[in-house]
DNA sequence: CGTCATATTGACTTTAGTCAATAGAAGTGG
DNA sequence: CCACTTCTATTGACTAAAGTCAATATGACG
């Protein structure tokens, strides 16, 4: 575990102002505060369990490169993941407030990831008071992210659901700037696809061959590849309005 | 559309005060405030529209009364009922910070609402900073609540989702003290619960049979019934960790 | 009494799950 | 480098859960 005294890496720390000025414009005074953020950097490996279910942590944790994954174990060894983090995002931000976890966090590839203590952004706030707000549009969007998860697995053919996926993660990825030649890194294996669409890992394997039959996707070598966008949002019914990602 | 000068009812507001701390205690000054919020109170019949899909609210709803879920539609007109709100729930308090809505608030029985405007928010925030936190930690509930409906669609039997959506139903309206006899008014069709659960209104039918059968519910004249609560969050892999309702 | 929405039932279809076998791919130790 | 293990991907055959369609029943209400 190696530390940054002065706060997290800058070039993070940028990404995250620019995320958070999608809700708000920040002062300058308060870019410069978040800029001093203190966080311990941790490298995972992929499997690697960033934080447990039921664990009260007093950090909350920003993935800083690589992919994780937040999910829940249910009885019989099933396994429901609900929500998929890139870098940028605020993994668990909500168990600054939310104590226990309901959810375990995973890492799905080789990730970095920076630790904030609560401590600290309870200081944050003290001092900028209007960030708060920011801090609850970032935990409102990650509820509304689950609502249109709810939709897509109660409502949407596991096709239509894996197109879903695929449309929210190129926007996402799109805008962090991790999309190159229509393409972005997606270490997700099949099972886990399943235990996030509530499939199984054969029938996410079939759905994922139709996709491909159809020209919609690449998926190989952890990489997926979206040839024509416009196609695959308009299969899946897709509309990135929820995603917020917009200032 | 009736008006309280001086606030949401006074029974409402200790509901709302009660539920907040849950997660922290809150200061006098705290409560005289939160009562001095202001409300405007309008009824609903079975069936309204509360809220609008992607409408830009500049108040958020607090059920006072009755049933309410919140709802996406989909292509050809499935719907997804994302939530159920029940009296005291702050029905789209997100929406303080998260606009537009992406999901529509519906009347699931008669109901008195109370709008209260987000500038008065906004003023109760700068007054008493703290309490951005409890707002924060309100969301952030509503979230947990997502993803255990998450892991409901996407690893339960229909049985089971309906007997775990029942169990938490049973413990937010017990909490809310709304239990009577073992039962409490629940509004919902077959149809909604379908909506709900990812479901067909058919296999609602049939899957409350069996539930009915096994007894672990009695359900009829929009009243669930659930004699034995501990047989039931059995069934249903219950565990009501998720909604916070320990203060 | 008629209307409309909801609930119930039966017959049948479809989607997705399960089980089992095989094939690849990545990593390990010799 | 190769045998070995392990995890993942793929395929086929079969099963089971849930959906669809259609008919009927029930209940609330004007």
Redesign the interface.
Known sequence: MSCCPGGLEVRMIEFLIRKLER?APLTAEERESLKLLPSKVRNFERGQTIAQQGARPDESAILLEGCAF?Y?L??EG???I??VQIPGDFVDL?C???R?L??AVAAASPARVGRVPHEAIRQL??KH?RL??S???D??????I??????N????SAYEQLAHLFCELYFRMDWAGLVQEQGFELPLTQIELG?A??LSSVHVNRSLQALRQDGLITFENHRLTVPNIEALVSQA?FDP??L?LLG
Do not use: N, T
Request: charged letters at 25%; proline letters at 4%; a positive charge.
């Open positions: 809700f937040r829940k249910l009885k099933a396994r429901q609900v929500s909500h600054f407030v939310l226990p309901d959810h706030l003290a008071p708060s707000e801090l609850m549009w935990i409102a969007v990650d509820g509304a689950s609502r249109e998860w709810l939709a697995q109660g409502r949407r235990d669409c509530g019914d309005a929820y917020h």
